[in-house]
């Protein structure tokens, strides 16, 4: 079965850098859309960013200019590079896979990753 698993979660000061990973097993890798997602508490989930399988990127308004998420589809590995990171910044990130099709989806969640920013 397909599994994600994230690293790279860290208490980091106001203005530092991240770069959380993302590693799935099985095949599906290259033909999923794979995206960053995080919840703060009290929050609903947001998506942070994601890049398709063809290698195209979008964004949250809060993260654009900070954040670059990439692909290593012969490591199976999704990178969330996060830059000037903000108080505001502070969640559990989770790595997604997901692909649509006309009547159904496959849609994985990775455990998530605390990345904690401090002021």
């Known amino acids: 079965q397909v599994q994600l698993v994230e690293s790279g979660g860290v208490l980091v000061q106001a203005g530092g850098s991240r770069r959380p990973s993302c590693v799935a097993s099985?095949?599906?890798?290259?033909?999923?859309?794979m995206g960053w997602n995080r919840q703060a508490p009290g929050k609903q989930r947001e998506l942070v960013a994601v890049?398709?399988?063809?290698?195209?990127?979008n964004y949250a308004d809060s993260v654009k200019g900070r954040c670059t998420i990439s692909r290593d589809n012969t490591k199976n590995t999704v990178y969330l590079q996060m830059n000037n990171l903000k108080p505001d910044d502070t969640a559990v990130y989770y790595c997604n896979a997901r692909r649509l099709f006309s009547t159904y989806e496959n849609n994985y969640w990775g455990q998530g990753t605390q990345v904690t920013v401090s002021s």
């Open positions: 099985g095949t599906i890798f290259s033909t999923h859309h």
């Open positions: 890049i398709s399988s063809g290698g195209s990127t």
